[in-house]
T-cell receptor, first 116, second 114 residues
Framework: AQSVAQPEDQVNVAEGNPLTVKCTYS??????LFWYVQYPNRGLQFLLK??????LVKGSYGFEAEFNKSQTSFHLKKPSALVSDSALYFC??????????????FGTGTQLKVEL | AAGVIQSPRHLIKEKRETATLKCYPI?????VYWYQQGPGQDPQFLIS???????DKGSIPDRFSAQQFSDYHSELNMSSLELGDSALYFC?????????????FGSGTRLTVV
């Protein structure tokens, strides 16, 4: 079974400061990892994904994430936060094992609040 | 670029009524997924279809059914609606891109059961 944990319900950061939203995962095989952002009453917008290759993945809107296999983590980061980054962020995982199905399993979400 | 289209955007139904949600995937995407997101909750996987066949099943109530048609659009049918069915229902589609699966989500259908 695959699962994702986002240990923080909310992260507060001042505009201009770096931000980190944490995510750890559990899968049977190699993980496919994703970050999505959701604004109020809106759909899920894709930010970035890790399938294979470089551990540092760069995505939309200046976000990046670092895959750490030994720590089974895929934390989302941004060097300088903007007030407009305030939203709900979901980490998701897909088990890379063939035949294991390819649905995404989501974490419980982390509300990011960026203040002036 | 074409996205995943869901209709309707909003739906209000009374208890015990039925509802049908529609999803039109990105052209040439071969898999469709349905998710339910309750208020303040993370999206929960309901069911998926690959090439018009059910490929996986999650926490979908027996009152719900879904299918994928020959044109690859999918419909989620919900009967005997309950207040607890009020949620945002997402459809996503995916295909193998060579660099891994790419998933695209629709904007969702917000169902309110009163």
């Amino acid at each position: 079974a695959q699962s994702v944990a986002q240990p923080e319900d909310q992260v507060n950061v001042a505009e201009g400061n770096p931000l980190t939203v944490k995510c750890t995962y559990s899968v049977s095989g190699n993980p496919y990892l994703f970050w999505y952002v959701q604004y109020p009453n809106r759909g899920l917008q894709f930010l970035l994904k890790y399938i294979t290759g470089d551990n540092l993945v760069k995505g939309s809107y200046g976000f990046e994430a670092e895959f750490n296999k030994s720590q089974t983590s895929f934390h989302l980061k941004k060097p300088s936060a903007l007030v407009s980054d305030s939203a709900l962020y979901f980490c998701a995982v897909r088990d890379g094992v063939t035949g294991g199905g390819n649905k995404l399993t989501f974490g419980t979400g982390t509300q990011l609040k960026v203040e002036l | 670029a074409a996205g995943v289209i869901q209709s309707p955007r909003h739906l209000i139904k009374e208890k015990r009524e039925t509802a049908t949600l529609k999803c039109y995937p990105i052209p040439r995407h071969d898999t469709v997924y349905w998710y339910q997101q309750g208020p303040g909750q993370d999206p929960q996987f309901l069911i998926s279809f690959y090439e018009k066949m059910q490929s996986d099943k999650g926490s979908i109530p027996d009152r719900f059914s879904a299918q994928q048609f020959s044109d690859y659009h999918s419909e989620l049918n919900m009967s005997s609606l309950e207040l607890g069915d009020s949620a945002l229902y997402f459809c996503a589609s995916s295909t193998w891109t060579g660099g891994g699966y790419g998933y695209t989500f629709g904007s969702g259908t917000r169902l309110t059961v009163v």
